[in-house]
């Protein structure tokens, strides 16, 4: 599969506790983007990196949040102190630098209870 | 600010019919805008985009028009089919200030009834 891949899929967790998942974006790029999704909502963007590099930062990403890039391949996503407002779908998606088409994966899905 | 709305969010037509799914936005700058077709428990897929220096974008059945002025873009979907029914987001792209992110409506929901 050259998709973008997530893993875990779904995680449980009890509130206060770390979790950290992984991405591994489509070969080659070197774009890579994190986005949250609710029930009954769209994809809400909250950091991209360009190779190793965080360009950019939502105002969503609270202190607890933090993500890495540190070779430009995958890219992990810690929260950390989990609370129930964490509970969603958190999306990567890929793409290549002068291109805009993004590519998601299949999801990780945070249930914190 | 940086904001996408889109109507309707669910839509019911029956099979064969047509589907139309209007956005709009409110970020100038905005240049690209894909279109994302979500199957429940699966990843959004890309089905078509446009740019913003082309009005219209037809692959099959599935058509994307779009009013720079107006600030404007829809999806048309003909010859409906039941495997159509899923949630259709729109998106916009972001560009003030280098942003390279997309800015997402809150879906609609279609339902093909055969």
């Known amino acids: 599969d050259t998709g973008v891949s997530q893993d875990p899929r779904h995680k449980i967790t009890k509130r206060g506790q770390n979790v950290t998942f992984r991405c591994d974006p489509i070969?080659?790029?070197?774009?890579l983007y994190w986005y949250r999704q609710t029930l009954g909502q769209g994809p809400e963007f909250l950091t991209y990196?360009?190779?190793?590099?965080?360009?950019?930062k939502s105002r969503l990403l609270s202190d607890r949040f933090s993500a890495e890039r540190p070779k430009g391949s995958f890219s992990t996503l810690e929260i950390q102190r989990t609370e129930q407002g964490d509970s969603a779908m958190y999306l990567c998606a890929s793409s290549l630098a002068g291109l805009d088409e993004q590519f998601f994966g299949p999801g990780t899905r945070l249930t914190v209870l | 600010g940086e904001n996408v709305e889109q109507h309707p969010s669910t839509l019911s037509v029956q099979e064969g019919d047509s589907a139309v799914i209007k956005c709009t936005y409110s970020?100038?700058?905005?240049?690209?805008f894909p279109w994302y077709k979500q199957e429940l428990g699966k990843r959004p897929q890309l089905i078509i985009d446009i740019r913003s220096n082309v009005g219209e974008k037809k692959d099959q059945r599935i058509a994307v028009t779009l009013n720079k002025t107006a600030k404007h873009f829809s999806l048309h979907i003909t010859e409906t089919q039941p495997e159509d029914s899923a949630v259709y987001f729109c998106?916009?792209?972001?560009?003030?200030?280098?942003?390279?992110?997309?800015?997402f409506g809150k879906g609609t929901k279609l339902t093909v009834n055969p």
């Open positions: 998106a916009a792209s972001m560009k003030q200030g280098g942003s390279e992110k997309l800015v």
């Open positions: 970020d100038s700058a905005s240049n690209y």
């Open positions: 990196f360009q190779n190793e590099a965080q360009l950019e």
């Open positions: 070969s080659e790029h070197n774009r």
